[in-house]
């Protein structure tokens, strides 16, 4: 059953503490997707790498957030500070080109800023 | 700036009845649009799409029409099931068949009562 896996699942930090989130993209897709679950913005893009290169960044903030794919089996996404407004979900996704426009999602990783 | 707008954050329907959730966007680029529902404490997954050479696709339950003069899409779900109730999102992309990134609505939460 293949799926995007994310960890951690929940994450409780302190402001100015460093984040890191990970994902694992389905086997075989060369497009990796972080996306931000907010109440106001719905589900907003951050960033987005093809065959590991980075795309589009446009959405991130790019003072503290960073985001890499060390390897073909994993994205992170990293939030240094971490600040309350921060506190949302984040989900990965990743997809396939020439299979079509569909992007699977991961769970999400609920990250909390106190 | 809201390319894609679900104007309806919420939306109640009874089992058995007809629940449509509407969609509109502005960014005339856009070719190719999807559905995907989202449970609580999950990751989105995606229920349907549809090419911009179309304005009508039908998978069981759920169809899906496109109307591009009025830059408006539609999700008509006959019957609804208590198992329908769920935040739904629109997107759209650009590119069809590259795996592109998914520009996303708001959300509309639906409530299927018994």
């Known amino acids: 059953d293949a799926r995007v896996t994310q960890t951690p699942r929940d994450k409780v930090t302190e402001m100015g503490q460093e984040v890191t989130m990970r994902c694992q993209p389905i086997?075989?897709?060369?497009?990796v997707f972080w996306y931000r679950q907010t109440m106001m913005q719905g589900l907003e893009l951050l960033a987005y790498f093809r065959n590991r290169a980075p795309l589009d960044d446009s959405g991130m903030p790019k003072d503290r957030f960073s985001a890499e794919m060390p390897d073909a089996t994993l994205a992170t996404l990293k939030i240094q500070p971490s600040e309350p407004r921060d506190s949302a979900v984040y989900f990965c996704?990743?997809?396939?080109?020439?299979?079509?426009?569909?992007?699977?999602f991961g769970e999400g990783s609920w990250l909390t800023v106190v | 700036d809201q390319q894609v707008k679900q104007n309806s954050p919420s939306l109640s329907v009874q089992e058995g009845r007809i629940s449509i959730l509407n969609c509109d966007y502005t960014?005339?680029?856009?070719?190719?649009f999807l559905w995907y529902k989202k449970y609580p404490a999950e990751g989105p997954t995606f229920l349907i799409s549809i090419s911009s050479i179309k304005d009508k696709n039908e998978d069981g339950r759920f169809t899906v029409f496109l109307n591009k003069s009025a830059k408006h899409l539609s999700l008509h779900i006959v019957p609804s099931q208590p198992g329908d109730s769920a935040v739904y999102f629109c997107a759209a992309s650009r590119n069809t068949g590259t795996a592109s990134k998914l520009t996303f609505g708001t959300g509309t939460r639906l409530q299927v009562t018994l």
């Open positions: 996704a990743s997809g396939r080109t020439g299979a079509g426009n569909t992007i699977y």
């Open positions: 960014n005339s680029m856009f070719d190719y």
């Open positions: 086997l075989g897709h060369n497009t």
